[in-house]
């Protein structure tokens, strides 16, 4: 089956500790996106990356870091310099900017810092 | 900077009525896009609309691409427990190349059997 996976669902760290998120698409899409959700708001993008070994900051990019050295995996680097890292974080993908702006996104991994 | 306005911020019925709900900008979109998030997982892609006026459904979801390009309208018919979610409307922000989306605070949907 094609689709977006993210591991793991649950992720408990100690505050100071760097944790990576895994996210992975077999959609054979170029585009791929990183976004966090808190309680009852919107999505709110991190990180996003276009095309293998590119990737941009989105609107709350500080302490946190990614990598794109293959098509199909976007990895996401939470640091301790993230001040609130407690959050749900959605990874998503999309074909080809501007030829289709939809997204379809994993589970999501739901990362709680203590 | 671009803002999606959702409303009603939540509302609570009974298995089948009828739910309508919107989402408004400043802006003009060429895209709109639905989704629907249930409890602890990721938004679920409903409709996507590309052209002014355009109204497309999906079962019993209907949604329209309002003609002045600044709003968008989702409904869902005959309403049923399952439907019960988060519906967040999105649209392209920043340059059009980016793929970048904005996205809604959301509509929480409560349905009552």
């Known amino acids: 089956d094609g689709g977006i996976t993210q591991s793991p669902k649950y992720l408990f760290r100690k505050e100071g500790q760097n944790v990576t998120l895994s996210c992975e698409q077999n959609l054979n899409h170029d585009a791929m996106y990183w976004y966090r959700q808190d309680p009852g708001q919107g999505l709110r993008l991190i990180y996003y990356s276009q095309i293998v070994n590119d990737f941009q900051k989105g609107d709350i990019a500080e302490g946190y870091s990614v990598s794109r050295e293959k098509k199909e995996s976007f990895p996401l680097t939470v640091t301790s310099a993230q001040k609130n890292p407690t959050a749900f974080y959605l990874c998503?993908?999309?074909?080809?900017?501007?030829?289709?702006?939809?997204?379809?996104f994993g589970p999501g991994t739901r990362l709680t810092v203590t | 900077g671009q803002q999606l306005n959702q409303s009603p911020q939540s509302m609570f019925i009974q298995e089948g009525e009828d739910v309508s709900m919107n989402c408004t900008s400043s802006s003009i979109f060429n895209t709109w896009l639905w989704y629907k998030q249930d409890p602890g997982e990721g938004p679920v892609l409903l409709i996507a609309l590309y052209k002014a006026g355009e109204l497309t459904s999906n079962g019993r979801l209907t949604a329209q691409f309002g003609i002045t390009r600044k709003d968008s309208f989702l409904n869902i018919s005959a309403s049923i427990p399952s439907d019960v979610g988060i519906y967040f409307c999105?649209?392209?922000?920043?340059?059009?190349?980016?793929?970048?989306?904005?996205f809604g605070q959301g509509t929480t949907l409560q349905v009552k059997p």
């Open positions: 999105a649209g392209p922000t920043g340059s059009s190349n980016t793929g970048k989306l904005i």
């Open positions: 998503a993908s999309s074909p080809t900017p501007p030829d289709s702006y939809e997204q379809y």
